[in-house]
C-alpha cells in the first residue's frame, strides 16, 4: 500500500510539475517520506544504466537516451539533471505502474558523485560509466580522491563498470567490480608531452604516491600513463578514439565509426565516446549509433546561440569552482573562434550552496585569453574584481583588452553597442539567466 501510494503521489506531482515547468525532483522528495525504501520495491527495466563523473554526465546521458529511442528501445532518463537520490525517485517512481513496475527498456540515470551511494543502496545498475573525476566544486567536494572514496561506496561487483582509461583516478575503480569495460583516446596530433596545465594532478599514482610517467597528455591529467613503482598504467581500451581531427571536427571510433562533431572540443570527443560504450552495450548497433551522434547538437543548454546588439554570439556553459571546464572554453575560444570578444560572469559561484570562495580561478589558465584572435575581454558581475586580479597575473594587455563592467545588465548595452565578428560568454548555470535574459536566444539566429 505504501509502493502504490508513493507511486500515486509521486505521478501526480510530477505531472502538476511538467505542468508549471518546476518540481523534479519535489515529487521523488514527498514519495519517499511516504515510501522511504520504495526503489528497493520497484521492478526494473533489463537495463539500467547511470553513469557519474565530473564533468560530462548531463551531455552523455542525453546523447545516449537520443540514440537508444532511435534504435527502437523505451528510454527514461533524467532530462532535468537532478541527479541526487530525489531526483531519481522521481524519475524511476513517475515512470511506473501503480503496481511498481518501471515502463521502460532502459533507464539512464545522471547520477551526483556524492550521492550515488544513497541511491544504489537500494538497487545496483546493470552499467555504471564513470567519466572523468577532476578538481570541481572544492566547497562542496575537496578534493577529487575524496570525491573517489564517496563514489566507490555506491559500486557493487555485480555492475558492469564502464571506466575513462586515460584517467588514472578512475581507472582504480576497476578493482571494485568483476567486470570493466575501458573507454578511451589514442595518441592525435594534438597531444603534448607535457602537462600544459596550471596544476598537475596526474604527477603522482593515485595508487602508491610515486612519481607518474606519461607517454602522451590529451588534456589536464588525462593521458596515456604509467607508474614507476607500482605498474599501474592506462588499460587497453574496448571502446577508443582511433582518429580525431578538432580542425575538421572529426572522429573515428575503433577504426570504423566516422562521426562528425558539431563542437569541436576534446570534452566533447569523450562524451561521445562514453555516449557510444553505453548505447552499444545496451543493445544498439554501431551504425545506428553513428548515424545519430553524427553532428548532435546538444538540447541541454551547454551551448547556446544567441545575438546581443548586431553581433552574433555562442554561450559556453562553463562550471565554476571546476578549471578544466573552463580550460576547454577558453581553449576552443582561443583556438577556433577566429576574432571575436569574449564576456566572462562569475557573479554568484555556485546555484547550489552559498561561497564567495573563489581560489578556483588560480587554477584556470586564463592564459588562453592573451591569444590574438580575442579582441576584447569583458569581465562582470560581483566577482569581477576578482577576476581582474587573477588575469593581471597572465600576460594578458589589461590596458588594451580587458574591459571590467561588474553590472552585468550595463555590460551588455556596453557590448551590445559594439560591433564584433563573433562574441562568446562564459559563465557557469548559476548565472546563465542573468545573461540570456538580455539577449536573443535561438537557432534562427
Not at 521502460?104 to 544513497?118: N, S
Not at 566577482?383 to 583588452?401: A, F, G, P
Amino acid at each position: 500500500m505504501k509502493l502504490f501510494l508513493a507511486v500515486l503521489v509521486c505521478r501526480f506531482l510530477h505531472f502538476v510539475g511538467g505542468i508549471l515547468g518546476r518540481g523534479s525532483s519535489l515529487p521523488g522528495l514527498v514519495a519517499l517520506k511516504i515510501c522511504p525504501d520504495a526503489l528497493a520495491r520497484v521492478k526494473l527495466p533489463p537495463a539500467v544504466i547511470a553513469v557519474t563523473g565530473s564533468n560530462g554526465k548531463t551531455s552523455t546521458v542525453e546523447m545516449a537516451a537520443h540514440v537508444l529511442n532511435k534504435a527502437g528501445k523505451k528510454v527514461i532518463y533524467n532530462r532535468e539533471g537532478s541527479n541526487q537520490i530525489a531526483g531519481a525517485a522521481s524519475l524511476i517512481l513517475s515512470a511506473c505502474t501503480f503496481s511498481g513496475k518501471v515502463k521502460g527498456d532502459v533507464i539512464l540515470l545522471e547520477t551526483d558523485e556524492r550521492y550515488a551511494k544513497h541511491i544504489f543502496k537500494y538497487f545496483t545498475p546493470t552499467h555504471y560509466v564513470i567519466t572523468n573525476l577532476l578538481r570541481d566544486q572544492l566547497t562542496r567536494n575537496g578534493h577529487p580522491e575524496w570525491v573517489y572514496r564517496e563514489i566507490e561506496k555506491s559500486i557493487s561487483r555485480d555492475t558492469t563498470l564502464v571506466l575513462n582509461a586515460d584517467d588514472p583516478l578512475v581507472s582504480c575503480f576497476a578493482e571494485k567490480a568483476d567486470r570493466v569495460v575501458w573507454f578511451g583516446m589514442d595518441r592525435q596530433p594534438f597531444c603534448t608531452e607535457e602537462n600544459t596545465g596550471v596544476y598537475d594532478d596526474g604527477k603522482y599514482c593515485p595508487k602508491c604516491k610515486a612519481p607518474m610517467k606519461y607517454d602522451y597528455y590529451h588534456f589536464n591529467h588525462i593521458g596515456s600513463y604509467h607508474c614507476t613503482k607500482c605498474g599501474h598504467e592506462k588499460a587497453h581500451t574496448d571502446y577508443t578514439v582511433t582518429s580525431a581531427d578538432l580542425d575538421r571536427a572529426e572522429i573515428t571510433i575503433n577504426g570504423e565509426y566516422n562521426i562528425k562533431l558539431s563542437f569541436s572540443s576534446i570534452y566533447n570527443v569523450y562524451n561521445i565516446l562514453a555516449c557510444f560504450a553505453v548505447c552499444e552495450l545496451a543493445g544498439a548497433d554501431g551504425n545506428t549509433i553513428a548515424e545519430n551522434v553524427n553532428s548532435y547538437v546538444l538540447k541541454n543548454g551547454r551551448i547556446v546561440r544567441y545575438r546581443l546588439g548586431e553581433n552574433d554570439g555562442v554561450f559556453l556553459v562553463s562550471k565554476h569552482e571546476n578549471s578544466v571546464s573552463y580550460d576547454s572554453s577558453l581553449k576552443y575560444i582561443a583556438q577556433n573562434g577566429g576574432d571575436c570578444a569574449v564576456i566572462i560572469i562569475v557573479d554568484s559561484v555556485s546555484r547550489r550552496y552559498e561561497t564567495g570562495e573563489t581560489s578556483w580561478l588560480w587554477d584556470v589558465n586564463f592564459e588562453w585569453l592573451a591569444s590574438d584572435n580575442i579582441k576584447r575581454i569583458y569581465l562582470s558581475g560581483k566577482h569581477c574584481t576578482d577576476l581582474i586580479n587573477r588575469i593581471s597575473y597572465t600576460s594578458v594587455s589589461m590596458l588594451d583588452k580587458v574591459e571590467p563592467i561588474s553590472d552585468i545588465e550595463e555590460m551588455t548595452r556596453a557590448v551590445a553597442a559594439e560591433r564584433y565578428e563573433k562574441l562568446y560568454t562564459v559563465t557557469c548555470f548559476s548565472d546563465k539567466d542573468k545573461f540570456l535574459s538580455k539577449v536573443k536566444v535561438g537557432e534562427d539566429i
